[in-house]
């Protein structure tokens, strides 16, 4: 069974930094499109970004140059790395590959103004 376990969250300041990382067991991790989604209180979880498995990333217009997405294929993680992070991003993150109904537990990120 696909399992994901995002880590990395925290309490940061608005205009700071953090570095998601989501670590993926029992699929082929290299062959598989990885996406990160997020769901702030009392809202819809939405998308944030995705790897393809040649590695090219897409964004939601939101993040865009201000998030970036990777992955190590050889530690079967995908990561997010974030900056100049604002209130708005606070949300619960959640990593999930793309062809899975799956999800992970999340990790919550709170950005303070």
């Known amino acids: 069974q696909v399992q994901m376990v995002e880590s990395g969250g925290g309490l940061v300041q608005a205009g700071g930094s953090l570095r998601l990382s989501c670590v993926v067991s029992?699929?082929?991790?290299?062959?598989?499109?990885m996406a990160w989604y997020r769901q702030a209180p009392g809202k819809q979880r939405e998308f944030v970004a995705l790897i393809s498995s040649d590695r090219r990333p897409s964004y939601a217009d939101s993040v865009k140059g201000r998030f970036t997405v990777s992955r190590d294929n050889a530690k079967n993680t995908v990561y997010l790395q974030m900056t100049s992070l604002k209130p708005e991003d606070t949300a619960v993150y959640y990593c999930k590959v793309a062809v899975t109904v799956n999800w992970g537990k999340g990790t919550l990120v709170t950005v303070s103004s």
């Open positions: 029992g699929i082929i991790f290299s062959t598989n499109t």
